[in-house]
């Protein structure tokens, strides 16, 4: 006889695997379940009423007209069951973004703050600020809120929700356990790739695709990785960090500490700050380079710059390098690349294509799809949100695992 601990871990193993099934599809009927996951229909059909019960999924109508009888019934997830909370920090703001189960955005914010500039301890006084306005905003109690994510560049064990290192403060960070005083909540920290990269594979360009990379380009660049369908992190939570390989040795300083890494040449304050050199040594008028911005850098070289346009061709060379690199070790169905550096367009991307299809083996070029996805403000705060949905709807096989 099965033990009752057992049968009720067996049972909740089947209920994620309904749940994950039907956030998969969409809108799916139980014979569809049934048939996908090996699952009994009369196990499927307890399962699925329990759910209905605790509000997680609801009935819907399908839409297809039949030739006779009723409409199909399809299971679809509750947006309503959970709403959760992103907040990514970056250098010179914080945003913020209120998403439901499906992953649909209710509210947003994104409030400026030299972060760096600024301790800990008011950097979190502003969060908790910012995710009671956003909120709010959304129409929602803080009682209604399950969790909130935390996005940073840096070095991040989401494990354990420590930082190790970010660019942004000198020594490791307490940020989860400051904003988990103050708002009273389970708190998530995520490495900012990493909870794009969670977003990808739930709501965006990864959803079922069982390989692929995601690149993101800002102030800096950063990497996910999805293979067999999990995250890689590495060995101690830390990996992927594409942006500090190093592509030229001895070349320009990195923000990391080392000199010649990809980020160093591709990130929006590399391109800024090389197109800031550039510019004070021409002759004649000059634009005042400390206002000068990463925008207007990008519309002077569109607008036909010559060496601007070299800068963001170098930028986009190395990049290039870089990703062929990846493309080799991991073969990946898709590589996606987001982030605001996508606004740079032809500038960085035509002679990064043109680099990965020099240095990479032709067929496995031909077998990777390189995307550039359209970044939107709130994109990093929902990526931290998407990582708080993944931990909700997460395996009861995975929590055994985090815990031994």
């Not at 679809?76 to 973004?97: M, T």
Request: a neutral charge.
């Amino acid at each position: 006889m099965i033990k009752v601990a057992n049968r009720d871990f067996t049972r909740a193993v089947n209920q994620f695997n309904i749940l994950n099934r039907i956030r998969e599809a969409g809108r799916i009927s139980r014979v569809e379940i049934a048939e996908q996951t090996g699952q009994s229909r009369a196990s499927v059909t307890n399962i699925t009423a329990a759910m209905i019960e605790q509000g997680l999924i609801r009935e819907e109508q399908s839409g297809d007209k039949p030739s006779r009888g009723r409409r199909r019934i399809m299971l679809a997830l509750n947006p309503d069951a959970a709403f959760v909370v992103g907040v990514k920090i970056s250098e010179l703001q914080v945003s913020f973004a209120v998403v439901d189960f499906i992953g649909d955005v209710k509210s947003s914010l994104i409030m400026p703050i030299r972060v760096s500039e600024r301790s800990e301890e008011i950097v979190a006084d502003f969060i908790e600020d910012g995710v009671r306005h956003c909120v709010k905003d959304a129409k929602l109690n803080m009682e209604d809120i399950a969790g909130c994510g935390v996005a940073v560049s840096g070095f991040v064990d989401s494990a354990s929700g420590t930082c190790l290192w970010t660019p942004l403060k000198e020594g490791q960070s307490l940020i989860r356990q400051l904003l988990a005083e103050r708002l009273n909540m389970d708190v998530f920290l995520e490495n900012d790739a990493n909870s794009v990269t969670v977003a990808a594979q739930w709501f965006g360009q990864g959803k079922g695709v069982d390989d692929f990379l995601v690149v993101t380009m800002e102030h800096g660049v950063g990497m996910g990785i999805v293979v067999n369908g999990n995250m890689y992190r590495g060995h101690n939570g830390i990996g992927a960090e594409f942006g500090h390989v190093v592509m030229v040795p001895d070349g320009e300083p990195c923000r990391c500490g080392k000199n010649g890494c990809i980020e160093s040449y591709v990130s929006d304050g590399a391109i800024l700050r090389r197109s800031r050199a550039f510019l004070s040594r021409r002759r004649g008028e000059k634009p005042d380079l400390d206002q000068l911005t990463i925008e207007d850098v990008t519309a002077m070289a569109k607008n036909g710059d010559a060496g601007l346009k070299k800068i963001f061709r170098e930028a986009g060379t190395i990049l290039g390098q870089g990703i062929s690199g990846l493309i080799q070790i991991f073969n990946p169905q898709k590589v996606i690349i987001m982030g605001e550096g996508v606004r740079a367009g032809d500038l960085v991307y035509a002679p990064m294509r043109r680099a990965v299809k020099k240095f990479v083996n032709a067929e496995l070029y031909e077998a990777t799809e390189i995307l550039l996805q359209e970044w939107h403000d709130d994109d990093w705060a929902r990526g931290a949100a998407g990582f708080v949905l993944s931990e909700l709807y997460k395996s009861p096989l995975d929590c055994i695992r985090r815990a031994k």
